[in-house]
């Protein structure tokens, strides 16, 4: 088992002490101590349009800077919208080689169509369910732009004359391809092409193991991969709050306003199947008592408490078959210094019984793939 985080810039109005300049400054310096904490990877997604939901709009940007600020921790992003009406398939490839010289070969490229009516409809897209085909078809053609010198194209949602698309990634032949997982086919189809897959823990872990296994038996058939390789993994996004201090652990997590952020999550992700308890609710999530954190620690559901309890919760992600766990810490109004010490805990008493391996999981199987 991996480990990462989840940035998002959330910036919550009923926290005015939180703006975009400081949150954006929160999430560098929790991805400079989650780097020295030995934490892999983190992810930055994208989003248009969502208020107080996710303002990072211009991940490549973000990610650049975050490329020189670390050393280790693969950039991930989580995701770049490849689909044409909001960026251009030549585009993405450019900034993708450019991040991965940038970060010396760390950058981790994940994709998506965007999760929100409100974003797809922003850039003038009616239809959503046309986004899937638009997938479909530039993913490809980001691979033959970084193979080819002489590429040209001509498609249903974009086409191109002969040019040579550059730079050329620095990773041999390019860095680890991952898809969004919105919806619970798409799980299928990411093993099918070969590539990671990046989902929440919205489920629940049953449900979440059922997918995770239909990814897992098929991938294993996979014979003609839409990448250089096949990348066999699966990030699951979680939240943590682990301190040495079980009961102030617990204070932080009922206090950081994780329901808030759930019910804008479902007030604009309206792509994502919902589930009858959020209709159940009117898409108002209460916020998490201290008998209800007592609870989600029972039942293993989240990796709040102590070390000891947060290694229960982290086993039974493992167990269901998830390979990385990923934390979206500052998708609530959770201080930054509970957030550096969290991840300081986690990686000095947690992270070192599930990772012993000092390689990246898709750098190995790159590696191995290909015999560099």
């Not at 897959?197 to 049953?206: E, G, P």
Request: proline share 6%; with cysteine; aromatic share 8%.
């Amino acid at each position: 088992m991996e480990f990462g985080l989840f940035n998002s810039l959330y910036v919550p109005k009923n926290h005015p002490g939180i703006t975009e300049a400081s949150r954006l400054r929160d999430e560098i310096e929790l991805v400079k101590a989650a780097d020295r904490a030995g934490f892999k990877y983190t992810w930055a997604t994208e989003h248009h349009f969502l208020d107080e939901y996710s303002h990072l709009s211009a991940n490549e940007a973000f990610l650049g800077y975050l490329a020189a600020a670390t050393e280790r921790i693969h950039v991930g992003s989580g995701i770049f919208n490849i689909t044409p009406p909001v960026s251009h398939p030549a585009r993405v490839a450019e900034k993708v080689a450019v991040l991965d010289h940038l970060s010396g070969g760390r950058f981790e490229f994940g994709v998506g169509r965007g999760s929100s009516t409100t974003e797809t409809k922003g850039f003038g897209i009616e239809d959503s369910d046309l986004t899937r085909e638009m997938v479909d078809e530039t993913l490809p053609q980001i691979v033959r732009m970084w193979k080819e010198t002489d590429y040209s194209y001509d498609g249903r949602f974009f086409s191109m004359p002969r040019r040579n698309v550059l730079p050329k990634p620095l990773t041999d032949p390019h860095p680890p391809l991952w898809v969004a997982a919105g919806s619970p086919g798409t799980f299928k189809k990411a093993a099918e092409m070969g590539i990671g897959v990046l989902c929440f823990a919205q489920a629940s872990m049953d449900d979440l193991g059922k997918l995770i296994a239909i990814y897992k038996e098929e991938i294993e058939r996979c014979e003609n991969p839409v990448g250089g390789y096949i990348n066999n993994n699966v990030m699951v996004t979680s939240q943590l709050m682990c301190l040495e201090d079980g009961q102030r652990a617990r204070e932080v997590a009922a206090t950081m306003g994780s329901g808030y952020h759930q019910s804008l999550l479902w007030k604009y992700l309206d792509t994502f199947p919902r589930p009858q308890w959020v209709n159940d609710l009117g898409g108002t999530i209460p916020e998490m008592d201290r008998a209800t954190i007592d609870a989600v620690i029972e039942a293993k559901a989240m990796c709040i408490g102590t070390p000891d309890e947060v290694c229960e919760a982290v086993a039974a992600v493992q167990a269901i078959g998830a390979d990385q766990l990923v934390f979206g810490m500052l998708s609530t109004a959770m201080p930054i210094e509970a957030a550096i010490e969290s991840v300081q805990t986690f990686g000095r008493e947690v992270l070192p019984r599930f990772d012993t391996d000092p390689v990246h999981s898709t750098t190995r199987q790159r590696e191995a793939q290909l015999g560099s």
